[in-house]
């Protein structure tokens, strides 16, 4: 498809299990970014990926959480001992780059609950 | 870290009647984007703002972006039941790497 694919859509996991997200970006797009959205909330920041620059990693919450992205292509997003609290909507986003309007187009959202 | 707030929270309108959303910044932003969000669904791009007073029509939709680049709103006329939704603006800023920060949202509701 031509747009942004996220998997699991949803995924349900016992408190302190690993879970691991997936992001499939826009073909040629050269930034990957990681949102976290609680119900209700708004979104906040997890990680930036532009190209082969080293990452930009402020957003996230915890030692518990990694990203990787190889090249220009598929991103992981990596939860380690899983909380409650960790329970919310994984967006990812991919945009053509800083060259461009900027414009974030958005995965559908892997739905992440803790119990 | 940087912030971006947004008022009001919730809006509730009559089919027919205007809307307002905010977006401030405590400092000069490099530049600003608008997205929506439908109920269940992930945000959608409606626009990007980058120079200082600027001002952009989409049919029923405006938005500005203020002479000091410090906030911005959106303003819809005649709201209609397919404008239900999250409305979030984005800021990126100079020297603060190239992520967008959202603000809070405004959930819009429109009674028919």
């Known amino acids: 498809g031509a747009g942004v694919s996220q998997s699991p859509s949803n995924k349900v996991t016992e408190k302190g299990k690993d879970v691991e997200l997936r992001c499939d970006p826009i073909?040629?797009?050269?930034?990957l970014y990681w949102y976290r959205q609680r119900l209700g909330q708004g979104l906040e920041f997890l990680i930036y990926f532009q190209g082969n620059s080293a990452p930009d990693k402020s957003g996230l919450p915890s030692d518990r959480f990694s990203a990787e992205r190889t090249g220009e292509s598929v991103s992981t997003l990596t939860i380690q001992r899983t909380q409650q609290e960790d329970s919310a909507v994984y967006l990812c986003?991919?945009?053509?780059?800083?060259?461009?309007?900027?414009?974030?187009?958005f995965g559908e959202g892997s739905r992440l609950t803790v119990l | 870290g940087q912030q971006v707030m947004q008022i009001p929270q919730y809006q509730h309108v009559q089919e027919g009647e205007d809307f307002t959303t905010y977006c401030n910044s405590s400092?000069?932003?490099?530049?600003i984007q608008w997205y929506k969000q439908r109920p269940g669904g992930h945000p959608v791009f409606l626009i990007q703002?980058?120079?200082?007073?600027e001002v952009k029509k989409q049919k029923r939709l405006t938005f500005q972006f203020g002479e000091a680049k410090k906030n911005s709103s959106l303003h819809i006329t005649a709201t209609q039941t397919t404008d239900v939704g999250t409305y979030f603006c984005a800021g990126r800023w100079r020297n603060y790497g190239q992520n967008f920060v959202f603000g809070p949202g405004t959930r819009l509701s429109v009674l028919p």
């Open positions: 400092t000069t932003l490099s530049n």
């Open positions: 073909s040629g797009h050269t930034a």
């Open positions: 703002l980058v120079k200082s007073g």
């Open positions: 986003a991919s945009s053509p780059g800083q060259m461009n309007t900027g414009e974030l187009f």
